[in-house]
T-cell receptor, first 113, second 110 residues
């Protein structure tokens, strides 16, 4: 069974631009959650989707948004990028409503210049 | 915030020694999990302990949970160089959301 796939793995953007990251969960997993990881900050929860509905949202500004498609694939978008958005963005999937074991992708490393 | 905190932030030991790291959290939980992250990679699930369990084993891993103190510990016995990684605890509550700590960076010296 294929694992969680995130694309792109690495990307460089400049301030003010926008970026879209993609996450394909494990087949059969309907819950997808996103995390931002920066040095010293641990993993900060962004949002979680289940069956195309956003169930939970973390404490991030409205520039961060996401969606989930009918095939459970998810995207997150960050508009008007700031230097502080440079981070590793991790996607995780699991079978239920964000309980039980999370399966993580390798992440998308975003650098904002 | 229910975010957990791991202690110590960094730990360096010799191969063959045991490594112990601790996690504290703030509110009631359903489960507590431990994850490992190799540098710049995704997290890998290690073990889950439910709120009504006190101890759990998996291979060289032993996890304890003390809900009265809102704390957990992860013990890695007979450590290997390949255990070098960051370790995170994660809790989930009835709100269907996970909360991760800031991690313990473990270095095992061959």
């Amino acid at each position: 069974k294929a694992g969680v796939t995130q694309t792109p793995r690495y990307l460089i953007k400049t301030r003010g631009q926008q970026v879209t990251l993609s996450c394909s969960p494990i087949s059969g997993h309907r819950s997808v959650s996103w995390y931002q990881q920066t040095p010293g900050q641990g993993l900060q929860f962004l949002f979680e989707y289940f069956s195309e509905t956003q169930r939970n949202k973390g404490n991030f500004p409205g520039r961060f948004s996401g969606r989930q498609f009918s095939n459970s694939r998810s995207e997150m978008n960050v508009s008007t990028l700031e230097l502080g958005d440079s981070a590793l963005y991790l996607c995780a999937s699991n079978t239920q409503l964000n309980t039980g074991e999370l399966f993580f992708g390798e992440g998308s490393r975003l650098t904002v210049l | 915030s229910q975010q957990g905190e791991e202690d110590p932030q960094a730990l360096s030991i010799q191969e063959g020694e045991n490594a112990t790291m601790n996690c504290s959290y703030k509110t009631s939980i359903n489960n507590l999990q431990w994850y490992r992250q190799n540098s710049g990679r995704g997290l890998v699930h290690l073990i889950l302990i439910r709120s009504n369990e006190r101890e759990k084993h998996s291979g060289r891993l032993r996890v304890t949970l003390d809900t009265s103190k809102k704390s957990s510990s992860l013990l890695i016995t007979a450590s290997r160089a390949a255990d070098t990684a960051s370790y995170f605890c994660a809790t989930d509550d009835t709100g269907n959301q996970f909360y991760f700590g800031t991690g313990t960076s473990l270095t095992v010296i061959p």
